[in-house]
């Protein structure tokens, strides 16, 4: 029975997640015009749980300060859910993989794509 309510509530917790993800990816889409999101963490790997937040690394070419940019990019977006969010510029990921971190390493090597900006053909 106890397992039986366990998964009940992390079914509920995965597809509330689902939702929520759908939903403040368009608002990060429409608003703050990333070049790229990037899903990771718990809804990724599937170890899901009734405290599960969403995790994003956003890349986005701005000038803005790394303090600042989470408060500009979700300005706002109502959340539902609490979110962890990174905000970085390409060249700061590229920094970041080229002195081998292996939080971002991670992020880009078993994290999903949600949003990536088309590029235009020239």
Do not use: C
Request: proline share 3%; aromatic share 6%; glycine share 4%.
């Amino acid at each position: 029975m106890k397992a039986k309510m366990e998964l009940a509530i992390v079914t509920q917790r995965k597809e509330a997640l689902e939702q929520e993800l759908n939903r403040i990816v368009a608002t990060l889409v429409e608003k703050y015009q990333p070049e790229k999101i990037i899903l990771f963490g718990s809804l990724v790997t599937g170890r899901i749980h009734e405290w599960s937040d969403i995790d994003l690394l956003i890349i986005k070419e701005t000038t803005t300060r790394r303090v600042y940019r989470r408060a500009e990019a979700l300005k706002g977006a109502k959340r539902n859910i609490p979110m962890d969010v990174i905000i970085l510029t390409p060249s700061e990921v590229k920094f970041l993989s080229d002195e081998n971190s292996l939080f971002i390493k991670d992020i880009l090597e078993k994290g999903s794509v949600v949003y990536e900006k088309e590029k235009p053909m020239v």
